[in-house]
């Protein structure tokens, strides 16, 4: 039973264009959410969160949209560059985030020249 | 601020031996987290320590996995016996645990399992 839900296993965009990351929970107790961004042979790396009681957060190039009426979010990449290629995991929490994460499986995104 | 630290990086053992992975958290940080990520799978949590107290065990395989987490800083993952399925990265994240909303888990590298 998955509570997290990446159904995009790859994604290719070309550079300078805008990447969109879609994942899908079902769990109403999930109150904080986060994408991390993982190399090969590294832990994944925190990239941005967003509670629950917002519907948007901003940071840099990501920004990471909340509909909690559809238990989805999505993380929008813009521009792209060829270093966002790696793999994105969405992951939930309740508790405020205080709680252990359940992660969905993840999206591979290639950034094409 | 150094991150967190795992070791070792990778291990190699025959199914049935025994084996602990080592994890230091980032310095301050009151919790710390074991998950294991199976290839082409998301980090599942595996326990989860406030302090030097388990919080949360539930997926926790107790029959041959046990953790432990001394003085409330670093902490042991141990597996004994191990079977093929064991066969993951072991993945330590911690984190400061202040007000709701804002916690955020920040990963050591894994530790890269192979059971033969």
């Known amino acids: 039973d998955q509570q997290v839900k990446q159904n995009s296993p790859s994604l290719s965009v070309q550079e300078g264009r805008i990447s969109i990351l879609n994942c899908d929970y079902t769990n109403s107790m999930f109150d904080y959410f986060l994408w991390y961004k993982k190399y090969p042979a590294e832990g994944p790396t925190f990239l941005i969160s967003i509670s629950s009681i917002k519907d948007k957060n901003e940071d840099g190039r990501f920004t990471v949209f909340l509909n909690k009426s559809a238990k989805h979010l999505s993380l929008h990449i813009v521009p792209s560059q060829p270093g966002d290629s790696a793999v994105y995991f969405c992951a939930a929490s309740s508790g405020g985030g205080a709680d252990g994460l359940t992660f969905g499986k993840g999206t591979h995104l290639i950034i094409q020249p | 601020e150094a991150g967190v630290a795992q070791s070792p990086r990778y291990k190699i053992i025959e199914k049935r031996q025994s084996v602990a992975f080592w994890c230091n958290p980032i310095?301050?940080?009151?919790?710390l987290y074991w998950y294991q990520q199976i290839l082409g799978q998301g980090p599942k949590l595996l326990i989860q320590f406030q302090n030097n107290g388990v919080v949360d065990d539930s997926q926790l395989p107790k029959d041959r996995f046990s953790a432990e987490r001394l003085k409330g800083v670093d902490s042991t993952l141990k597996i004994q016996p191990a079977k093929l399925e064991d066969s993951a990265v072991y993945l330590c994240a911690s984190s400061f645990h202040r007000a709701p909303g804002t916690d955020t888990q920040y990963f050591g590298p894994g530790t890269r399992l192979t059971v033969l």
């Open positions: 310095s301050g940080h009151a919790t």
